[in-house]
Every structure is written in structure tokens, then in C-alpha cells.
């Protein structure tokens, strides 16, 4: 390893190193400054990543620009969700080193598998986020809902795992290598063996993905989990899902039952999640079904691969992370002792509460398409993709059932401004500074790439060149 | 001097870097309430100012013709997207009535909004510069994009400040609007895709667009999107059920910006839009836009007849004047579009005032009902003198501006289809039948329920005299408007200029 390959690595180095440290220092100082020295490691990986161009190619990862671009996206989510964590772990009484030392695990294995070049690192970048997850989900070991939403968790992503696994071991069967670009290069016709490995790990993906029919566990899991930790399963694992996904889909070649796959997955994805989430009376649960429906918009890029749809889906994606986080943000800011989850429990806060009421209405505009939020300009880019790649049908049922959405978004929005307050007039808690931040950051975001949206696309038409 | 300034940009923005003003002003009403008057008052002078100079300024050979300003700077260029603005003739009266109808709002208002007034105003000026960009834009996607920003402040407006059943009717506004516009979004994104590979060109700009060569069942396609968004703001029967609801529903300033500016939004975009992209599938959905406008012009006139609700009543008589309008879109005949046009301005100063009025009436009786009053004229003459008025020009009186909007369609259709000609005359007895009973009711009568009134107050009486103003400017000396748009419309018809 070459001082140019160490440089090239120091944001995941810093990350996993850090996460020992954490461990460390809450062995020795508990309920030290955990979360800031947590936050001080994210932000140099992320300067670093910023500010040293450096890549580098080793067996089994590559940093590229590419992995550099994604991990730069996920250490950003994660730094909001930490910053919302602090607060809310500190009111529901979730103490202990291994909260922020598992967010740094998470993310050391969501930046690995952004970079990996082979499926075996690949899958271990991706289990091992997903591990992260089964912890951080359960973390409130008193809460009965947190212990079911952990459980279904694990049941569910062992099993995706090991559909994984057995995919990628078929390809291997088939082709005898596990190296991304060898398996992307050869141009024999796919066999049998190597496309039921093939579809194996598309299905283990859309588990990763929340794309219907493996969709099921997200609900659940939404509602279970503490909602920082639905608020980074809902965006950084999606992100680096898709990343993962993104590196896998060139070892299909030009195998039409791709496109075929794909296209189911994004048609019931968009219609389940969209149908779904209408019937909702608890938010997180709600947000849970949009995610799935908005996955299923992802989808659709992907489906317009061949005419610029990943640019699309990337795009699609960051916009939804942002919206994300703003949304789960403000829950787990309104939440005390118990989660503030029932929507009809937000009545008139967006009057007591102006910067939160704000950050859930953009991001309920954001996700519902409507300009000057993000989520037009991501629906613009996805439905050019999928218009210009012929994909009519598709289309027209993505614009519909966005339809059918926008009447489950302005739903909250309703509550938050246009129903009388349900509660006393006692004055709300005044939220601190990284509380502050962490719901501006995503909102100023949404707007800023609602209006002008530019670089961040001339940005992904680079990377993914 | 001229070129270098950008008006229209400044047109735009100026009502939202007003609503960033009031910001430090939450709070404190009395101020903000002034400081957003005077915003939307300097937005009035500015395109005062404009039509005031509108010759000097057609003299000045431009880019596209017709155009007096021009604006266009790269915005998007991934997406191929532009900032593009253009003012000709038709969007200078529609941006004159903009101005002048969010200074009627902002001033019927000024009294009736006590909760969250900041909030209100702020929402107001936003919505000012959204609409200044529907009328202003070029570029199909920049269009788009303030076509659905506007409709955001509506949504707060209808659903916060409402009466009855406010949530229902402000979702339901949306969501109607929603569903034409997004089936739209996808014909613009076609259309772009089309012109793209024909052209080798990327872009959403009108004047490229309008080069595009498609076949009929294409055209027929995107046309349809594209009258479907159009017809729901129209609205067009069967597509206007969400215009009672909402209208009956938003406060008075909510009124008379959704009966004034949001439904011209919809004729506009066929005007600038719909008709010109696709001229083959437009004259061929010629007599299904001639049946609908009829229909909805005798099956409103009928429901109006029968409302209870002075509110409900004035917005169904909405959909009939709309159809009038549509007629005259449909005809495309240089006549018939220049009265379809005014009838726009016409019918946005008459419903507006109309809105006012019974808004006035509502914050002082707090109802309505028809049946609730009798009498007025002896009660509170000014106001019933305003209300016969405004109620005389609903009906096409002559001398008053819907009489020449309305004589300016039908002649110019009757070349193209006599019979609807025929059908639209007798339409046009039906709003005399249900105005006059509505006046007949309210303003003459005895007293059928003892209510302390007081008459109009000096505000009040501002803010129709000044609509009653243009009311007659028009109804009396409509030359220099029509002068406004002849190029304009000569060149959409393609007449020679």
C-alpha cells in the first residue's frame, strides 16, 4: 500500500478507526463527550474527502469519484442524524458508547461498499452496515416496539443476506471470478446459472432498496426504530444501496430481463408504496410507505438506464435524502419520553414550533414534487429519463400515482397549519443549536437545489461518466 | 437604457423581495400591512409604467416579433431549461390586472384578516410573483414551474383563512389542479424530447418549440395534457367542480386573486401555449371545446340560478363568463381572440368586484344566504349602488366592460360557426335571469331580517371606485387595450401583422 492509497482511504480509515476509539473512550470516560468527539470524526472524514482529491485502486476497492461523491453524501447524512441523536437520545434515555461507535461502524461499511470493486467486498460493506442497523434499531432495549422492529429487521435481513450471498456464489459458479469489471467485460451470452444468481442478488438489492415485493419489513421497522435511526435507514442505507446496486448492474450486460425485472419492481413499487401510505395515521409508518413508493421512482431511472437514468436516480436520490432527513428530523426533535408519530398529534405546530412545522412542510412539498422544492426538479429528471428510453406506460403510472401522493403529503401539511392546536398553550421547547442545524441544513438544501439545481448535476454527470 | 435594466425580472421579484421584508416584521401588523401595499402599489406603478410606454418600446425592433421586452440567461442547462421572459401585449394586460388585482386583495383584506396577518401578506406577494411568472414566461418549463409555485400560497390562503368546509375544498383545489398540470408536465418533457430529436437541440424555449413538426395523433396526444391542465383552471364544465368549493370557501382576497388571475392563468396558456404548439389537434378539438364551453355556460347559468349562497352563486356565474371566453379561444379568429382576451381583464375586474362586495356585506351581516337580506338599497345605498352596477355589468350591459368582451367573441365566431353564435346569444339572457333575481332579492324587496348594517367606508369605497373605473375605461374606450394586443394577436392567428 503506497502513501497515495492511504490518503485515498483515510475517510474510511478515519471512520473505522474512530469507531474503536468511541468504544474506547466510553469504556474509560462514560457519558463523556461521546457524540461531539463522534461528530469531530465524521467531519474530518468529510473535509478530508473534500479537500484531498486523492484516489487509488487496491484489490477489492477502488476510490473513485464515484465512492468519493457517495461517501461524501453519507457522511453527511449521518453527521445530521447525529446531531439530532444527541438530543433525542438524551430525552428517551438511550445512554452508551455503542450508539455513536455503531453509526461510525455504519458508515466505515456503507463507504466500503461504495468503493468495492469486487461482490465480495461489496458484500461486506453492505452486511456490514446492514449489522449496524440491527443494533441501532433495537438500541432502546425497554421499548417493546423497538425490540419487534429489531427482530423483523434481523429475521428479514438474514434472509436478504443470505439470498445475497447465494447469488453472488452462482455468478461466481458460473463465471469463476468475483471481480465487478471482469464479470461487466465478458460478452458471453448469460447462462442459466449466472442469471438465477443474477436475479438473486436483484431481490437481495430490493430488500436493501425497499422495492415491492420485498418491501415488507419496512413499515415496521420505521415505526419501531428510534426516529434518528429511521432517519439514516431512510436515506444513508438507501443511498448506499442504490450505490451498491449501481456497481452490480454492469455485470448484466446487455441481458433484457433486466430491464424486464426493473420495470416490475418500479411499477409495484410506486403503486404499493404510494397506495399504502394513503391509509396511514401514524407519520413514521407513513413515510415508511412513501419511501417505498419513492424507491419505486429510483427504480424507474434505472429502468431508463440506457438514456441517462442513473444520473436521474443519484439525483432522485440525494433530493429524497434531504427530504428525509428533514422529515425524520423533526420528529425526533418534537419527541420527548414517547415518539410524536400520530399525524393527527401535529395539529397547529407548525405555529408553535415555526422551524420545525417549516422543515416537515418543505419536505412533505419536496417529496410530494411540488416546485420550488427539490423533489420537482428529481421528478423532472426521472420522467425525462423515462420518457426519453420510450418507457410510456411507466410513466404515466409514475405520474398518477405521484398524483395519489400529493394527497398523503398536503395531509401533513394540513395538520401542521390548517387544523386548530390540539395542545395547551404552554410554550414549546426551545430546540438547540445542533438540533437547529440539523433540520436547516436539509430544508436550505431542498430549496437551494429546487432553484438551482445545476451543479449538483453537471457534479453527477462527471462522477458517473 | 431600457435593455439593460431587467424589468421583467425586477416584475417578478419584487413582490417576493417584499414578502422578505415582512419577515422582521412578523408580528407587528399595522407595519407589515403597509409595507406589503406598498410593495404590490410599487408593482402597480411599474407596470403602469409600462403600458405607458408600451409604444415607445414597440418601436424598438425585437428578437421575436411582437415581443416589447425580452429576457433570457442559461438556467439548467443539464436539462436544457432556460430563463426566458417575454411581455407582449397579452401578457402586459394580464400582468397590469395582476398588479392591479393583488392591490384589490391586499385592500379588501386590510380589515378582514385579523389572525396570522403577516403570514397572510406573505403568502400574497408570493403568490403575486409566481403568477407574474406564468404571464411572463417563455421558456415551457420555467412556465411550469411557476404554474404550480402559485398554487402553493392558494392552498395556505383557502385552507388557514377559509370559511365552511375549508380543508375539504382547498385539497380538493389542489389536487384537481395537480392532476391536469402533471399530466402536462410529461407532454412538455415529450414535446422537449421530440424537438430534440428532430432538431439535435435540447430545449424548452416556445419560439424553438413551435418549430417542431408532428403528426396529427402526436399533437393530438400532447394537446390533450396540455387542454386538460388548462381546462381544469378554466375551468370547463365537467371539469370545474372544484371552483364552488374553493371559490365559495376562500376569504375574500382568496376570491377575487382565484376568480381574477388563477382561472386566466388557464386561458392564457391556451392562448400562449396550447393553441400555437399544436394548431392541427386544436382545430380539430375545435367543436368539443365549442360543446363544452356551451354546455357549461347554460348548465352554470341553471345552477346558479337555484344557489342560496351569494358567494356560490357569483362563482358558478364564473364558469358561464369562462365559457364565453373559451368560445372566443376556440374561434381563433383575430376578433374573436382580442374579445376573449379582454373578456380575461373584464371578467377578472367584474367577479373581482363582485367577490368584494359580497366579501364587505359578509364582514358585516356574517352571512350570505340570499334569503338573509332585502332591502339594502334603502340600508346602505352606496354599497347596493356598487352592487346593482357590478351586477349590470355581469349581465353585458353596454357601456360596461363584459358588453364589448362578449360582442367581440361572438362576432368574430359567427364566421366560423354560426351556429354557436346562436347557442351562446341565448346564453347570454340566462345570467340576466338569475343577476336579476339576485338584485331583485338582496338589494330591492322589503327587509326580511332586521340586520344593522353600516354603509361603505372610505376604503371601501376606494377600492370600487376604482374597479368601477376601469369597469367603464373599458365598457367606454376599449381602442387603446385592443391597440395593446392587435400585434400580438395577429400574429398568433396568423393574420399579417
Same mark, same amino acid.
Given at each position: ?39 469531530? !470524526? ?20 477502488? &476510490? ?17 442524524? !447525529? ?12 445512554? $452508551? ?9 455504519? %458508515? ?28 441501532? &434499531? ?36 458460473? #463465471? ?21 444468481? $443474477? ?24 415505526? $419501531? ?57 401514524? %407519520? ?39 427530504? $428525509? ?21 401535529? #395539529?397547529? %405546530? ?86 437547529? &442545524? ?9 430549496? %437551494? ?17 | ?16 423581495? +417584499? ?100 403570514? /397572510?401578506?406573505? =403568502? ?24 404550480? @409555485? ?32 402533471? =399530466? ?19 430545449? /424548452? ?21 396540455? /387542454? ?31 376568480? +381574477? ?9 391556451? @392562448? ?46 364564473? @364558469? ?21 382576451? =379582454? ?8 367577479? +373581482? ?49 363584459? /358588453? @364589448? ?45 332586521? =340586520? ?46
Amino acid at each position: 500500500m503506497t502513501s497515495v492509497d492511504l490518503m485515498a482511504l483515510m475517510p474510511l480509515l478515519i471512520l473505522a478507526g474512530g469507531c474503536v476509539l468511541v468504544l474506547l473512550a466510553g469504556a474509560i470516560r462514560p457519558g463523556g463527550y461521546l457524540y461531539e468527539l463522534t461528530c469531530a !470524526l465524521i467531519i474530518a472524514a468529510l473535509l478530508w474527502s473534500l479537500l484531498i482529491p486523492a484516489e487509488a485502486a487496491m484489490p477489492g476497492l477502488a &476510490v473513485t469519484p464515484f465512492s468519493r461523491f457517495f461517501g461524501f453524501f453519507l457522511n453527511s447524512a449521518g453527521l445530521t442524524v !447525529l446531531l439530532l441523536a444527541a438530543g433525542y437520545n438524551r430525552r428517551r434515555g438511550i445512554v $452508551g458508547e455503542e450508539y455513536p461507535a455503531t453509526i461510525l461502524f455504519a %458508515l466505515a461499511g456503507m463507504g466500503a461498499a461504495c468503493a468495492a470493486t469486487d461482490m465480495l467486498l461489496l458484500f461486506l460493506g453492505l452486511e456490514s452496515f446492514t449489522f449496524a442497523f440491527y443494533i441501532l &434499531v433495537a438500541v432502546k432495549r425497554d421499548s417493546s416496539k423497538g425490540g419487534e422492529a429489531g427482530l423483523k429487521y434481523l429475521l428479514n435481513g438474514t434472509l436478504s443476506a443470505a439470498i445475497l450471498a447465494m447469488g453472488m456464489a452462482l455468478v461466481y459458479a458460473a #463465471r469463476g471470478t468475483i471481480r465487478l469489471a471482469e464479470l461487466a467485460s465478458t460478452n458471453e451470452a448469460p447462462e442459466p446459472l449466472f442469471l438465477a444468481g $443474477g436475479c438473486l442478488i436483484l431481490l437481495g438489492m430490493a430488500f436493501k432498496l425497499s422495492l415491492v415485493p420485498a418491501h415488507l419489513w419496512t413499515a415496521d421497522v420505521y415505526q $419501531g426504530a428510534p426516529s434518528p435511526v429511521t432517519a439514516l435507514l431512510s436515506t444513508a442505507s438507501k443511498g448506499a444501496s442504490l450505490a451498491a446496486l449501481l456497481l452490480l448492474l454492469p455485470i448484466f450486460g446487455a441481458w433484457h430481463g433486466l430491464h424486464d425485472l426493473l420495470w416490475l419492481l418500479a411499477l409495484f413499487s410506486m403503486l404499493a408504496g404510494n397506495l399504502a401510505a394513503l391509509v396511514q395515521i401514524n %407519520l413514521k409508518r407513513m413515510l415508511a410507505w412513501s419511501s417505498v413508493g419513492q424507491m419505486g421512482y429510483v427504480a424507474l431511472a434505472l429502468v431508463a438506464a440506457p438514456a441517462g437514468g442513473v444520473k436521474a436516480a443519484v439525483f432522485y436520490l440525494v433530493i429524497y435524502a434531504a427530504a $428525509g432527513l428533514a422529515a425524520f428530523g423533526a420528529i425526533s426533535v418534537l419527541s420527548n419520553e414517547e415518539e410524536c408519530e400520530v399525524i393527527e398529534a401535529w #395539529r397547529g %405546530l407548525g405555529y408553535r414550533n415555526p422551524l420545525v412545522g417549516a422543515a416537515l412542510a418543505v419536505a412533505m412539498f419536496s417529496l410530494a414534487g411540488i416546485p420550488p422544492a427539490a423533489g420537482f426538479m428529481g421528478k423532472f429528471a426521472v420522467f425525462s429519463a423515462a420518457l426519453r428510453a420510450g418507457e410510456y406506460t411507466l410513466a404515466i403510472v409514475g405520474i398518477l400515482s405521484a398524483l395519489v401522493a400529493v394527497y398523503f403529503y398536503l395531509r401533513i401539511v394540513v395538520v401542521l397549519y390548517m387544523k386548530p392546536s390540539a395542545l395547551p398553550d404552554e410554550p414549546a421547547r426551545r430546540l438547540d443549536l445542533a438540533e437547529n &442545524v440539523a433540520l436547516l441544513v436539509p430544508t436550505v438544501v431542498m430549496l %437551494l437545489l429546487g432553484i438551482y439545481p445545476q451543479p449538483l448535476l453537471k457534479l453527477l454527470e462527471k462522477i458517473l461518466s | 437604457m431600457l435593455a439593460d435594466c431587467p424589468l421583467l425580472t425586477i416584475l417578478i421579484f419584487l413582490p417576493l423581495a +417584499g414578502s422578505l421584508l415582512l419577515l422582521p416584521l412578523w408580528g407587528r401588523e399595522a407595519a407589515a400591512r403597509s409595507v406589503a401595499f406598498v410593495v404590490a402599489a410599487g408593482e402597480l406603478a411599474l407596470t403602469g409604467w409600462l403600458y405607458g410606454s408600451w409604444r415607445g418600446l414597440s418601436r424598438v425592433p425585437a428578437k421575436l416579433p411582437g415581443y416589447l421586452l425580452l429576457e433570457d440567461a442559461p438556467w439548467i442547462p443539464s436539462f436544457g431549461i432556460r430563463y426566458t421572459l417575454g411581455l407582449d401585449g397579452i401578457s402586459l394586460l394580464m400582468v397590469m390586472l395582476t398588479s392591479f388585482t393583488f392591490c384589490v386583495a391586499l385592500a379588501v383584506s386590510w380589515n378582514a384578516i385579523k389572525e396570522r396577518a403577516v403570514l /397572510f401578506l406573505t =403568502l400574497l406577494l408570493v403568490m403575486e410573483s409566481g403568477i407574474m411568472g406564468v404571464f411572463l414566461s417563455l421558456d415551457l418549463a420555467l412556465f411550469y414551474l411557476f404554474w404550480e @409555485i402559485m398554487l402553493i400560497p392558494m392552498f395556505f390562503l383557502i385552507g388557514i383563512w377559509g370559511h365552511g368546509r375549508k380543508i375539504y375544498s382547498t385539497i380538493k383545489f389542489f389536487l384537481f389542479t395537480m392532476f391536469g398540470s402533471l =399530466l402536462m408536465l410529461l407532454a412538455i418533457i415529450a414535446l422537449h424530447l421530440l424537438h430534440a430529436k428532430q432538431s439535435g437541440e435540447a430545449t /424548452f424555449a416556445l419560439n424553438e418549440l413551435l418549430h417542431t413538426q408532428l403528426p396529427f395523433a402526436t399533437q393530438l396526444w400532447l394537446f390533450a395534457a396540455f /387542454f386538460l391542465a388548462f381546462a381544469i383552471k378554466f375551468p370547463l364544465f365537467p371539469l370545474h367542480t372544484w371552483l364552488p368549493d374553493a371559490h365559495t370557501d376562500a376569504p375574500t382576497a382568496g376570491s377575487v386573486v382565484l376568480a +381574477g388571475l388563477l382561472l386566466k392563468t388557464g386561458s392564457y396558456g391556451l @392562448i400562449r401555449f396550447g393553441y400555437p404548439l399544436f394548431p392541427l389537434a386544436a382545430h380539430a378539438l375545435t367543436p368539443l371545446v365549442y360543446t363544452l364551453a356551451l354546455l357549461g355556460i347554460f348548465y352554470a347559468s341553471l345552477v346558479a340560478f337555484a344557489q342560496e349562497d351569494m358567494k356560490r352563486l357569483i362563482a358558478y356565474s364564473s @364558469i358561464g363568463h369562462m365559457g364565453y371566453v373559451a368560445i372566443g379561444i376556440a374561434a381563433w379568429s383575430p376578433v374573436a381572440l382580442s374579445g376573449s382576451i =379582454l373578456q380575461m381583464a373584464n371578467h377578472g375586474v367584474t367577479t +373581482g368586484a363582485l367577490f368584494c362586495l359580497i366579501g364587505m356585506l359578509d364582514e358585516r351581516a356574517h352571512t350570505r344566504e340570499i334569503a338573509a337580506f332585502g332591502g339594502l338599497w334603502g340600508k346602505i345605498p352606496l354599497w347596493s349602488f356598487f352592487f346593482l352596477i357590478f351586477s349590470l355589468t355581469s349581465m353585458g350591459v353596454p357601456g360596461l366592460n363584459s /358588453f @364589448i368582451g362578449e360582442f367581440l367573441i361572438l362576432a368574430g365566431t359567427i364566421r366560423q360557426s354560426p351556429l354557436v353564435v346562436v347557442l351562446s346569444f341565448v346564453g347570454i339572457i340566462l345570467p340576466l335571469i338569475y343577476m336579476v333575481r339576485l338584485v331583485q332579492e338582496v338589494v330591492f324587496q322589503g327587509e326580511r331580517q332586521p =340586520l344593522a348594517l353600516s354603509d361603505l367606508s372610505l376604503r371601501e369605497i376606494a377600492i370600487l371606485g376604482a374597479l368601477l373605473l376601469l369597469d367603464l375605461w373599458v365598457g367606454v374606450h376599449p381602442a387603446p387595450l385592443l391597440d395593446m394586443i392587435h400585434l400580438p394577436v395577429q400574429l398568433l392567428t396568423g393574420g399579417a401583422a
